[in-house]
Every structure is written in structure tokens, then in C-alpha cells.
């Protein structure tokens, strides 16, 4: 489906919308509906079950949003969290750089600097995308980060997180008392972050106020023992910096025991990866060639990063590759900006005695980007029919439950209704229109399983207090008892897990 075609449809169903709606609508901000909020609130817990379910030494918490300046100085987010920003002399309209070049430059314009960036306009009659006018200024950086007034004075200056991962390192102390005060330890947030975007485009791929689900993992350089051997031999779908620089961006197939043994990343990285990517394509069923691991070069990457992939998904509607996650590997940049900002030395003392300044690994996620990715990804037509084929364990409504004639059988199905309610299964109760245009409704907000209560159900037959089950994908249906659908639909509802470290 086209953007505009499959946003239209997802409003209607009350997936997202934007905020303010009656308003005009305000860029950059969304708000999420019932069936939004469900497989947001799904999809955040398939993270957190994959990722924080990867070591018993890893653990979630629930920061806050607002951060001291003097927190945001020390990380370098006053110094560096800046875009290129564009205006127009004509219509006086601002953009971000890489907005304006898009289609001369797809790669975008991270490690160019002002000048390399005018030089671009200039040389390619770069039009203002708002007017057309070739009368584009110079581009300044614009810092991204919402300040804020904080206090009764309104003196101390205060900022609403540009990321979640500052929290983590504000937490890291703490956890090491509250832990086994051991490493590896991994803190993760799923929570709200904050940038006040130069132009925000492409609906649920870039907003200013999103939710990222990250986890930290605080390690010792020089030795973080992992199974290795469990994913050695796992495929993964790499783009090379290298090679992409010369002018290929092919995806190839290189085994995670070439990228440590060849390309020479290290053990405890690539092992992330695979983990990452597993998640994609296993947990949000994701099809392979549809992701790629992008590798950032030493001019792309983010400051403070060693090593970087970001994870990239295959979103026809927006058309082509797009971000959604990334691997990044910080080193001892976040922990020793803080140590001087705060004046407090964050090292650790190991068994043994020795002292160490942990390095960091993120793991980072965007939960609204993939909202939008799994929409266009499972979202099909099929003949009349339009179907949302989310794993079962992601839909916003796991089951659907009809009576086939409402005046006779309504009572029985509501009942059934609240005993899955009561199991802890989510439900819609629906006797509204023919059994086929209920099942069509189910099928497009995803739900995998609708089950029917008919005459037979309460009639005195052999087959009283048996349903049927309608099965989304395949279309088919089995007869069960009313007693063993819980026990039948529960599996399928509980998100996968990887094998712990």
C-alpha cells in the first residue's frame, strides 16, 4: 500500500492519529487508539521478554523524563546533539539537510560538514521542498533537545530526554548496589524521548515525542564471556561500510564467526547482532529479505560510537530502507562523561581487585517506527479480504467472540467472553452485522483467532458447549470444546524468549 492509503486505514481502525486532530493536527506528535495501544503495549513487551530475557543480570527500569542540565552538558548533548538546519530565503521555510537531499544523497549527510553540506546544495540546484525555490541558506546545526523551565524560580534550566539510554547511566551506581555489583549488567527502558525536529516527516518514523525501548549492557573490556558457539554460524544480512563507500550497497551473507574471525568485530558485538536480528525476523516476523544490517563508517557514525549497525527494514510505503534499531558500541564514552560532569568516579571494583570504568553495548529500538513496519510488512490484501498478519502474540485483539444469532446466543457468548477475560486473554465481543463482515473487521485489526458460538453451543446435542474457531491466516476451522479454548489459544499468545547467556 501507498503512505497516504495505508495511513487512512490505520486511522480508521484506531490504530494512531494525529494529536490534536480537531486542531488542525500538531507535526510531529501522534496519538495512539485502542488497537494502537494494544500492539504498542504488545510489541514493547515482546522487547522486553527477547531482550531483557537474554541474562538473568539484566533488568528493566522506569526512569524519569527530565534531566538536570548539567546531565545533558556532560553527555555532550548541549555540544553535539545538533541536525544541519536549512531555511528557505524565499518561503522561509526550514528543513533538515538530509530532507532537502534525499534524493541525491539517500545515505543521508551524517559526518559532512557545513561547508561539505552547502557545497551539496549548491552543486546539485538543491529546490526548497516547500516552494521550489533554489534559494536555500546556508545550513547551521540546530539543537534538537526541549528545554525546559524547571523549579518554582524557573532559574534551573532542565531538558526533556533526547534518549532514554542517559537514564541508564544516571542508574548505573545505583544498580551496582542493588545487583550483584558483577558484570555484565544491563539496565533497559521502554519509555518516552524527545527531540524537537527541524521538519518531522513520514508519520510514525520520525516524531518528537517517541518511545524507544534500549538496553544498556555495562561490561568489563577484557572479558565478557558469552556462548558464542550458539550463534557462530548464524547468516546475517550485512551491508559493509567499506564496500558501501566504494559504491556497492549490497546485502551479503556473512556467518557471525566471519565477522569476528575476518572482519575482526568482537565476539560479544556480533553475538548481540545475531540476537537483534533475531528478534526482527523471529519475534516481529520480520521476512529476511526484508532487513539488513547497515554498518555506519567512521564519518556516519554518532560521536560517541566505536562500532555501529543500525538495523534496517524494507518499508515499501516509505519507499525503502528505513532505521528502526541499532547495535551501538559506546566504549567507556557515556560512564567517564559522567564521572568528570558529576565528580564522582564511576569505576568498580571486580573480584579480584582489579578496578575497572565500564564500557557500555545499546542495544537501541524504535517502538513507534516499527508500529509503522509491522503495518506495512503484515498488512494484505487477500481477494475482498484485507488482513493484518501479526504473530499472534503482537495483535491487538487475540480473539474474537461471535454469537451467530445474537438473540439466541448472545448470553452464552458474553459469558465466554468474560472467562477469557478472566484467564487473562483479551477479547472482543461483536454481534453487530453478518458473521462474514465481523470476521472481515477481525481480520483487519489483526486478530488471529475468532471463535463463534452457534446453535449447536447451546442447543442439547453432542456438540453442546463446543465452539468454533476460526483461524485468521489459513481461514480454517476446528470444533472445540468451550472449556478447552483458553488452554488452546493461551500458547500462542505468549512472545517468544531467546536462550539465556
Known amino acids: 500500500m501507498k503512505s497516504d492509503e495505508l495511513f487512512a486505514l490505520l486511522r480508521r481502525r484506531g490504530v494512531f492519529w494525529p494529536s490534536a486532530e480537531i486542531y488542525g493536527g500538531a507535526q510531529g506528535l501522534f496519538d495512539y487508539g485502542p488497537l494502537g495501544a494494544a500492539l504498542k503495549r504488545r510489541v514493547e513487551e515482546a522487547w522486553s521478554a527477547w531482550f531483557v530475557g537474554l541474562s538473568r ?27 544541519p538546519e536549512v531555511t528557505c530565503d524565499t518561503c522561509h521555510a526550514a528543513f533538515r539537510a538530509d ?63 533526547p534518549e532514554t539510554a542517559q537514564s541508564s547511566y544516571l542508574s548505573f551506581p545505583r544498580m551496582w548496589d542493588v545487583g550483584r555489583r558483577a558484570l555484565p549488567l544491563g539496565i533497559a527502558i521502554v519509555g518516552k524521548a524527545y527531540r524537537n525536529e527541524i521538519a518531522p516527516r513520514q508519520l510514525l518514523l520520525r516524531m518528537r515525542a517517541f518511545t524507544q525501548a534500549e538496553l544498556q549492557i555495562f561490561f568489563d573490556p577484557e572479558h565478557f564471556p558469552l556462548p558464542f558457539e550458539r550463534v557462530r554460524d548464524e547468516g546475517l544480512p550485512v551491508v559493509r561500510a567499506a564496500k558501501r563507500i566504494a559504491g556497492s550497497e549490497a546485502v551479503e551473507m556473512v556467518s557471525a564467526g566471519d565477522l569476528v574471525r575476518v572482519v575482526g568485530l568482537p565476539e560479544f558485538y556480533v553475538y548481540h547482532l545475531v540476537h537483534t536480528y533475531r528478534f526482527f525476523r523471529d519475534v516481529l516476523g520480520i521476512p529476511p529479505e526484508r532487513i539488513r544490517l547497515f554498518e555506519k563508517s567512521d564519518q556516519e557514525r554518532a560521536f560517541y560510537n566505536r562500532i555501529q549497525f543500525d538495523v534496517e527494514v524494507f518499508v515499501g510505503s516509505m519507499g525503502g530502507f528505513k532505521e528502526i534499531g541499532a547495535v551501538h558500541y559506546r566504549g567507556d564514552y557515556d560512564l567517564g562523561r559522567h564521572s568528570q560532569g558529576s565528580g564522582k568516579d564511576l569505576s568498580v571494583t571486580l573480584t579480584g581487585g ?26 494484505r490484501k487477500d481477494g475482498d479480504r484485507t488482513v493484518w ?16 444469532i445474537p438473540k439466541e446466543q448472545a448470553a452464552y457468548a458474553l459469558e465466554l467472553a468474560d472467562r477469557l477475560s478472566a484467564a487473562g486473554i483479551e477479547n472482543s465481543f461483536d454481534d453487530a452485522g453478518t458473521i462474514g463482515k465481523r470476521y472481515a473487521r477481525m481480520d483487519e485489526a489483526g486478530t488471529p ?53
Open 354 to 379: 582489579r578496578t575497572v570504568l565500564p564500557h557500555v553495548l545499546e542495544l537501541t529500538y524504535g517502538v513507534d517506527r516499527s508500529i509503522w513496519a509491522l503495518a506495512d510488512v503484515h498488512l
Open 449 to 501: 483467532f475468532c471463535v463463534t458460538v452457534d446453535g449447536e453451543t447451546v442447543g442439547d446435542g453432542p456438540n453442546q458447549d463446543t465452539v468454533t474457531v476460526r483461524h485468521r491466516d489459513s481461514k480454517s476451522q476446528e470444533r472445540l470444546r468451550a472449556s478447552e479454548l483458553s488452554a488452546r489459544v493461551a500458547p500462542a499468545l505468549l512472545p517468544p524468549r531467546p536462550p539465556r547467556a
Open 389 to 404: 498478519s501479526l504473530p499472534s502474540y503482537l495483535a491487538p485483539v487475540p480473539v474474537g467472540v461471535f454469537p451467530l
Open 57 to 83: 543480570d539484566y533488568y528493566q527500569l522506569e526512569p524519569a523524563e527530565i534531566l538536570p542540565e548539567a546531565v545533558v552538558r556532560a553527555s555532550g548533548h548541549l555540544e553535539n546533539f545538533t541536525d
Open 99 to 161: 530532507t532537502v537531499l534525499e534524493k541525491v544523497r539517500p545515505q543521508g549527510v551524517d559526518g559532512l560538514t557545513p561547508v561539505e553540506i552547502e557545497k551539496l546544495v549548491r552543486d546539485t540546484g538543491a529546490k526548497c521542498p516547500s516552494c521550489g525555490a533554489k534559494t536555500l541558506s546556508v545550513p547551521v546545526p540546530f539543537n534538537m533537545m526541549f528545554g525546559v523551565d524547571f523549579g518554582v524560580t524557573g532559574h534551573e534550566r532542565a531538558y526533556l530526554r
